[in-house]
């Protein structure tokens, strides 16, 4: 895992060239045997699994990046929670987090405030 980190952990940003290098201990604690046999799992479901989030009636907060690098498979999560509060930031790829952090604390905020508006 900690080799695959290293080789996509810089696409996820808008500009590679200015994404710090990954930080080890990112992944300490993490198991490359549980990741990978969770991802076996998962692929493995139901196949009807993941239609059925479509009704899940849950409050689901779904942020994107203006310029997320998974930007294509919005649709995707759009269909899977169609009552998800969904949010583009401005400025941000995959990480929001790092690449525009006022707004990603922004999001949560209103998302886990009730009543309070969300605006980004």
Do not use: K
Request: aromatic fraction near 10%; charge should be positive.
């Amino acid at each position: 895992m900690r080799h695959v980190m290293n080789e996509v952990w810089h696409d996820y940003f808008l500009d590679p060239r200015t994404a710090p290098d990954p930080d080890p201990a990112w992944l300490a604690g993490c198991s490359p045997r549980a990741m990978i046999r969770t991802d076996r799992a998962l692929s493995r479901a139901a196949t009807g699994a993941l239609a059925s989030l479509s009704s899940f009636s849950r409050p689901v907060l779904v942020l994107y990046g203006e310029d997320d690098i998974f930007g294509s498979s919005e649709a995707i999560v759009r269909r899977r929670f169609p009552a998800a509060t969904q949010v583009t930031l401005g400025g941000s790829g995959h990480l929001h987090w790092l690449q525009n952090p006022a707004a990603y604390r922004e999001s949560l905020r209103s998302f886990y405030a009730p009543g309070r508006p969300l605006t980004v």
